[in-house]
């Protein structure tokens, strides 16, 4: 069947969107459904083995897509990619554990939709322990909305990078979160969860200023945002690890569902204001500028965490 000039820049634009729309759902269902598949007392394995599954992605997508593109074209290589999708759905169709059914009747008597989704954003918010998590969450996001604006931009253009060194530098980020991920267990065994939290916070935000200390085109350009890469990205497992079991640990099962969607409102929601406001700023002041003012809000989103009662949390997560 011949398709060559059927389908529009408006048709990839619509599939877009609602394969991001069906992303947010998945990202508030799936955590929201492992703490029924697996025991208390494993909840941290478990969410460490799936970043981990995610960093192996992570690692080995990037280099496969560009030879499946050279090989076959970017057309063919996204055809291919779709029936990962459909092994993907029946696998979790296959998942035989029972899950308890919500009270739809009570539901529909005594909420609407609206009150409902209030319901898990004043539980975020009135928790002492869930509301420094979801501001930090909406700073970073906000934040990184500036990276993910600048950052190939600033790579190539300002920093005069070439692809491949780019590419080195990328794959060197997917090695740190796949050691992050492998290196999650072993730290919430040995380092209490309030502060393992707040170290790893401030860890990701002093390695992110690496990338605006970059400021000449040279090699040292390449080293500093390869160490930013390596080092910076083993953080972001180990905190979104710990962060989740923690979540899923506090919420009760009946409200976890919409503590979740909160925090991923709070994630996605705020990137694309971040990545106005971060093309603004380069704009006014230069994109070095816009990058140094994003880390110093990944740095001190940490605040939120030091100014709370995570800070006096002792327990290793998952106890």
């Known amino acids: 069947m011949h398709f060559q000039g059927t389908f529009t820049m408006p048709h990839l634009l619509a599939v877009a969107a609602l394969t991001g729309a069906l992303t947010v759902l998945f990202d508030v269902a799936y955590p929201t459904y492992v703490p029924t598949l697996v025991r208390p007392e494993v909840l941290l394995e478990a969410n460490g083995k799936l970043a981990l599954t995610l960093s192996v992605a992570e690692v080995t997508g990037p280099a496969l897509t560009g030879l499946l593109v050279k090989l076959i074209t970017a057309p063919v290589a996204m055809l291919l990619d779709a029936p990962s999708f459909v092994f993907s759905a029946i696998s979790i169709a296959a998942i035989r554990s029972a899950e308890a059914k919500p009270d739809l009747a009570a539901r529909a008597e005594n909420a609407n939709w609206w009150s409902e989704a209030r319901a898990g954003v004043d539980f975020v918010f009135g928790d002492a322990l869930l509301r420094p998590l979801a501001l930090r969450a909406a700073t970073v ?6 990276f993910g604006t600048l950052y ?3 790579a190539v253009v300002v920093l005069k ?3 491949v ?3 080195i530098v990328v794959t060197l980020g997917g090695a740190g979160n796949l050691a992050g991920a492998l290196a999650a267990r072993w730290l919430s065994e040995r380092y209490p969860v309030g502060r393992l939290l707040i170290g790893v916070a401030l860890w990701q935000g002093v390695l992110s200023l690496l990338v605006p200390a970059a400021a000449q085109p040279d090699w040292t350009a390449v080293a500093l945002l390869g160490a930013a890469q390596l080092f910076g990205d083993v953080a972001y497992p180990v905190y979104n690890i710990n962060e989740l079991t923690l979540r899923q640990q506090i919420a009760p ?3 976890l569902g919409r503590v979740n969607a909160c925090q991923q409102l709070l994630i996605k929601g705020l990137f694309p204001a ?3 406001l971060g093309g603004a700023l380069a704009s006014a002041a230069g994109a070095r500028a816009a990058l140094l003012a994003s880390s110093a809000a990944i740095l001190l989103s940490a ?3 030091i100014a709370s009662p995570v800070r006096t949390l002792q327990a290793h997560c998952g106890e």
């Open 141 to 146: 996001s906000l934040a990184w909305g500036f």
């Open 152 to 154: 190939v931009y600033y």
């Open 161 to 163: 990078m070439s692809t």
């Open 165 to 167: 060194a780019l590419g």
């Open 253 to 255: 099962s009946h409200l």
């Open 274 to 276: 971040g990545a106005l």
């Open 303 to 305: 605040g939120w965490l």
